[in-house]
């Protein structure tokens, strides 16, 4: 079965800054997926990527897909106490979709 | 702009009853999907459904779950008799295609007591 694998799990991070989430994915797959969860929230579809070398920007977020390394990128520029969540990074496999076990970000003023 | 829909957005039962959750999915849309989360933990894929019948299950998908499409619009999972392990967020998806994107509903938050 596919595997989702996200790092890091944990981040906290003083506003301004820059930083990357990571997520490989072991098998080939058509489309990938970033989501944010606040606290016992419903999921927010950010990105949904489909191609090699896809890049989407939305504010400060900016997510990218290699589908030759099989891994994505979501970037955070400038980070504000706002974007404190938990981001899921999710791939499209077999008709179902396979969730990572998400990077809790947090934000520090 | 077309979503899914969920109710309850939050149901208490206590174990060994029996509930339903309900969904809506968007219109057109001829796939369906049940997912789940613990609290804390990853989204993880519970059934899948298509021409009104189960396409796949999960593990955790055992007898004690069952999903139904009784009519044009609803599509349900029924828990027959909650365990305290059941507590979860449980999202309800669909799609137009097996292939195509799926679109989330804002969840059903249970909890078993």
């Known amino acids: 079965e596919l595997k989702v694998e996200q790092n890091p799990l944990f981040l906290s991070m003083q506003e301004g800054k820059n930083y990357t989430i990571y997520c490989n994915y072991s098998?080939?797959?058509?489309?990938l997926y970033w989501y944010r969860q606040d606290p016992g929230k419903s999921l927010e579809s950010l990105f949904v990527l489909l191609s090699n070398g896809a890049v989407k920007q939305e504010g400060r977020l900016m997510a990218s897909l290699d589908t030759k390394a099989r891994l994505s990128t979501l970037h955070i520029t400038a980070a504000v106490h706002d974007l404190s969540a938990t981001y899921f990074c999710?791939?499209?496999?077999?008709?179902?979709?396979?969730f990572g076990k998400g990077t809790r970000l947090h934000i520090l003023p | 702009e077309p979503e899914v829909t969920q109710t309850p957005s939050h149901q208490v039962t206590q174990m060994g009853q029996e509930v339903i959750l309900r969904c809506v999915p968007i219109s057109n849309h001829l796939y369906f999907y049940w997912y789940r989360q613990i609290l804390g933990q990853k989204v993880e894929f519970l059934v899948s459904?298509?021409?009104?019948?189960?396409?796949?299950k999960s593990e955790i998908f055992d007898d004690q779950f069952s999903v139904e499409r009784p009519d044009g619009s609803n599509f349900t999972l029924k828990i027959r008799s909650t365990k305290l392990e059941d507590s979860a967020m449980y999202f309800c998806?669909?799609?137009?295609?097996?292939?195509?994107?799926?679109?989330f509903g804002p969840g059903t938050r249970l909890t078993v007591l």
């Open positions: 098998t080939t797959s058509d489309r």
């Open positions: 998806a669909s799609s137009y295609g097996g292939l195509n994107e799926q679109f």
């Open positions: 459904f298509y021409n009104n019948e189960i396409s796949e």
């Open positions: 999710a791939v499209d496999w077999d008709d179902k979709i396979i």
